[in-house]
């Protein structure tokens, strides 16, 4: 082995046998490679949003599902089983959690200073990279200044400075389009032999709108499609012999002009070889996602018969394309391939098991930058001017979902202002996450008024969600409010003492729509069943909607600002589906809410009680809580509550009188 790899002169091509040790086995690519055969790895990452350590900022503790470090060490083990490889990175590494967020807004990246993603990037030794959407989160400058830092070039052929040219090989560019690199590559015979590989990237063209702020009269984007038709067949004339597309583009089906997700359309342009995809945060080759979709296969690994790989997100995943390639009259052709993306981590039932330990030198690379984020995330970075709590989230309108309907409100009405959506009255749709359940008695959002940190926000948001809008009518509004009252049980007039909540239906599908006034009528049936199935169709728990004081038009259409996980479908809900999206953020939930908070410095959390119960004569319902509930009884405005006793497994009961 030692004897094939030192046919490799550059530094990304090494296979790293000291660090995954001499034993390896070999590919087969590269263990039964003929002369004039050669096998090529490509090892890639993707979306790592500045996760070096298997560490949640957020919520404060240890995480083994995510990690460069992580993924460090199956590069190495990587590079071990072939005589040739090559990792690349494709974009989204610069945002996305705290340790990005201080680094811009408090440390900086003075002239000389090299931002610590990269530190550990420049450890492991990458061959290239592109942009992915959210490198401009911080500004152009800013970004120049990270990527001043790598030890490796940047290429995108699809971000033009000031405005595009007649086509696309006339683009005044920000950067290299695409980067041809030789090698001396060693064939299965030992002979060396040059190989050039071309590299050539994408970022999704929606960055404009995105970050409007940061790049409105700076930069603009052409389609990912039409650049790499003009650019492939330029990189062919300089003589690449395999071209790879690092693609921060998801995968989606039905083509149009400056689509987001374009991986399987940038796949059938002649000349590429193999795509690296991204963006959407998830995992192909794997048959859960992408199945069915024309042109994709999610076994294989191929687009439009391209080998093609997603890496997950936040270094979930290592991405790999094996390649075996085979000489003919000068030139080298792919003849076989296979993909696959490793974890890091595996699931045995409810527990997360690391496959990987961490790599101390990646882990060395951020450790002070590490440790200063922890004192970051741990300091207040604004204040709240009331308590923030979940004790009776599902019973009243709460503080901790009304704090998240505000950020999200404050959000989407500045990421639709300059769009045809701008006119359209915004609602906002929010759930309880912590609400006792399963989850105990303690499990609750509970945080004082006065200084409130950026790890406080995992209290309030418990999931690594984006934010979507839909486009929607007043009667879908109904309906949509309609499903969450399922998770009450029917009440009847003059019985006393009666269950509330059916603990079948997750507190998380329970959506509070802020913007909108209405009560809830418990005498009625529910409407839909925790699955979302139609149980009793002529069933109206939903009265006295109003939307500015006046009955809500059901002809009326509305932005309801709302999740990636409900926008697509998640929980069932009637009619919200991805049909009806309008807007995919790039923007996670709660990096939004911890934008909301330093952009507000004291945020009012006050729930302004827009729902309420709907009278029923003589009923009392029974309702658990936290013990800790007692301390803000006197808060919940709209309903009458007083103590019942202890309930099970350490939890308080209540009794509302309806």
Known sequence: MQELLSALTRRSFLASTAAAGAAAILHPFSALAAASQAHLRIVATTDLHVNVYPYDYYADKANDTMGLARTASIIAKIRAESTNSVVVDNGDFLQGNPMGDYIAYEKGTKDGNVHPIIKAMNTIGYE?????????????????????????????????????????????????????????????????????????????????????????????????????????????????????????????????????????????????DAVVTGHQHLVFPDPKDFAGIEGVDVKKGTLQGKPAVMAGFWGSHMGLIDLLLERDGGKWKVVDFTTEARPIYERVEKTVKPLVESRADVLEAAKADHEATLAYVRRPVGKTSAPLYSYFSLVADDPSVQIVSNAQTWYIKDML???????????????????????????????????????????????????????????????????????????????????????????????????????????????????????????NRIVNLTFNGKPIDPAQKFVVVTNNYRAGGGGNFPGINESKVIFVAPDTNRDVIVRYIIDQKTINPSADDNWKFAPVKGASVLFDTGPKGKNFIADVKTLKIEEAGDGENGFARYRITL
């Open 128 to 272: 290239v990279g592109t942009l992915g959407n959210h490198e401009f989160n911080y500004g152009l400058d800013y970004m120049d200044k990270v990527l001043a830092g790598a030890g490796y070039p940047y290429v995108c052929a699809n971000l033009v400075k000031g405005e595009l040219a007649a086509k696309p090989t006339d683009d005044p560019l920000y950067m290299k389009p695409y980067l041809i690199k030789q090698y001396e590559i060693a064939d299965g015979a030992g002979q060396k032999l040059p190989v050039k590989v071309g590299f050539i990237g994408f970022v999704p063209p929606q960055i404009t709108l995105w970050d409007a702020q940061n790049l409105k009269g700076k930069v603009v984007t052409r389609d990912i499609v039409e650049a790499a038709k003009a650019w492939v067949p330029k990189m062919k004339q300089e003589g690449a012999d395999i071209i790879v597309a690092l693609s921060h583009s998801g995968i989606a089906a039905g083509q149009s002009d400056g689509m987001e997700n374009a991986s399987l359309y940038v796949a059938g342009v002649e000349g590429i």
């Open 417 to 539: 202002k300059d769009t045809q959506w701008k006119d359209l009255p915004v609602l906002s749709a929010a759930a309880p996450f912590k609400a006792g359940g399963r989850g105990g008695a303690d499990y609750y959002t509970d945080v004082p008024a006065g200084d409130i940190a950026i790890k406080n926000v995992s209290d309030l948001y418990l999931y690594p969600n984006t934010v979507r809008a839909v486009a929607i009518t007043g009667t879908d509004v109904k309906e949509w409010l309609e499903m969450s009252a399922g998770i009450f049980k029917t009440v009847e007039a003059g019985k006393a003492d009666q269950p509330l909540i059916d603990t079948s239906f997750p507190s998380y599908n329970f959506d509070v729509i802020d913007g909108v006034s209405y009560e809830i009528d418990l005498s009625q049936p529910a409407k839909y069943g925790s699955k979302g199935e139609l149980t009793h169709a002529d069933s």
